[in-house]
DNA sequence: AATTAGTGCCACGTCAGTGTCTTACTCTTC
DNA sequence: GAAGAGTAAGACACTGACGTGGCACTAATT
């Protein structure tokens, strides 16, 4: 693929993830503009809207894979694993904020995958449970939605905290709540 | 009004308010037959599109300022306050499941509506953090986005959790986390 | 039972977004 | 600088949703 068009393929894709983000009825047109680009072009790449919707998922799923494998989720020490976690996934979720309902609405192959990695996060939480990390009588679903939901509002409502503050503030919180 | 006409209206309203939650470009006939009604009655009540989506916000902020009147954020100890809080707004959040984003971009109305009623809430949090129920070192627009996030949460994500179960788990987290 | 507010059903014009195609042009690459 | 991959610009038909109106009919109210 030739340069300039390697480039304009991934503005479209940015463009998409963010103009989606906010509405997900932005039409083609607006994204195509906001890229820099004109529609015939997204077009050209992405025969359909759900195919750049699909484009979309795929990126944003590609990036948080690797922040999964990166954290050693397994073997690292369940502190540092979810330290690293963290730090990981805050910038993948302010470059993609596309979220997983949007996924599991628009493109059930990206919902099974995304439910796939979110598996892999079930089983982490679980752990942190029986190595004690987490309190016995708080049900393991609901760490994992405070997890994620803490993930959520730092990455889209402090987007100017830094990651490894993000990081610190989010586990804090997360262990030890906001009260004294 | 005739009996039947306002069971129609609510139904359209609450049909509205749940399927524009799942996707803000449901069309008005998919409102209609999931409220039992026919499409045309849907315009006959609302001239226009954001007509009902206004209808909506607004029926969703009733329901919310009658609960932070009660709540008594100014006046009723702290803890009391905001417990009774969290068991009021949790079903409102569930009847409405409209976000406040939809708001923003939808109805700058409802958007300054929900203004006000969040800097209630800003207060309050500002309150118990002078109070010293919350860390003084943790920023109090911190404090109050996750208090939001566990009760949005706690809304959409467990259903079958009592009202009165969801705010001593929400309080709960919210104080002293999950870690042991 | 009579009145009438309210509804369902059908038809119509309008409009925005989508997807496709063609043509002339531009920029990368070699 | 030559070749060709890639693009902008415009026209086109198609579809789905919106908003409006008419008319027969149903059901709440008196």
Known sequence: MRADAARNLAEVLR???????????????AI?????????TV?????????????VFEAKLDSS????????????????ALHRYVEGIVP???EWPVTTRQMMRADPAADRRAAG???????????AADEGLL???VPAAWS????DQLVRTMAYDFPDVTPPQAADLVVDTLLNGVGR
């Open 32 to 40: 195509a503009t906001a890229a820099g680009v004109d529609r015939s």
């Open 135 to 137: 309190r016995a009588d």
């Open 117 to 127: 990695q979110s598996r892999r996060l079930d089983a982490f939480v679980q752990r």
């Open 65 to 80: 894979e690797q922040v999964l494998d990166e954290a050693r989720l397994t073997e690292a020490p369940v502190a540092v």
């Open 92 to 94: 993948v979720s302010r």
């Open 144 to 147: 994992r939605a405070v997890l």
């Open 15 to 29: 463009a998409g993830a963010r103009l989606l983000a906010e509405d997900p009825g932005t039409p083609l047109s």
């Open 43 to 55: 077009h050209r790449r992405f025969a359909t809207r759900e195919a750049l919707l699909s484009a």
